[in-house]
């Protein structure tokens, strides 16, 4: 059974940090790129950071770059997203989701709440 499973979301305030984890279960994590999407209230779901299979290539949203870092181990079948100087507009849901085609696995997605 095919799981992605995140966590480490919560409230924090303006300029604070969280690390989000992914945890995979159910398919050949190494194979299947990785990415975090998050969805605020109202808004359509956007890519916020994409990670490679092997983990040399990295992309960004405009948005978080400087202040996301996206990593991965696939020994752990997990990927990450270091969030830094988190901002009121960093409020969303985040959502990890694998792609190796033709399949695509989403996550039930995580709270990040970011208020004084």
């Known amino acids: 059974q095919v799981q992605l499973v995140e966590s480490g979301g919560g409230l924090v305030q303006p300029g604070g940090s969280l690390r989000l984890s992914c945890a995979a279960s159910?398919?050949?994590?190494?194979?299947?790129?990785m990415s975090w999407y998050r969805q605020a209230p109202g808004k359509e779901r956007e890519l916020v950071a994409g990670i490679s299979s092997a983990g040399g290539t990295t992309n960004y949203a405009d948005s978080v770059k400087g202040r996301f870092t996206i990593s991965r181990d696939n020994a752990k079948k997990t990927v990450y997203l270091q969030m830094n100087s988190l901002k009121p507009e960093d409020t969303a849901v985040y959502y990890c989701?694998?792609?190796?085609?033709?399949?695509?696995?989403w996550g039930q997605g995580t709270q990040v709440t970011v208020s004084s």
């Open positions: 989701k694998a792609v190796a085609h033709p399949n695509i696995y």
């Open positions: 159910g398919f050949t994590f190494s194979s299947y790129v």
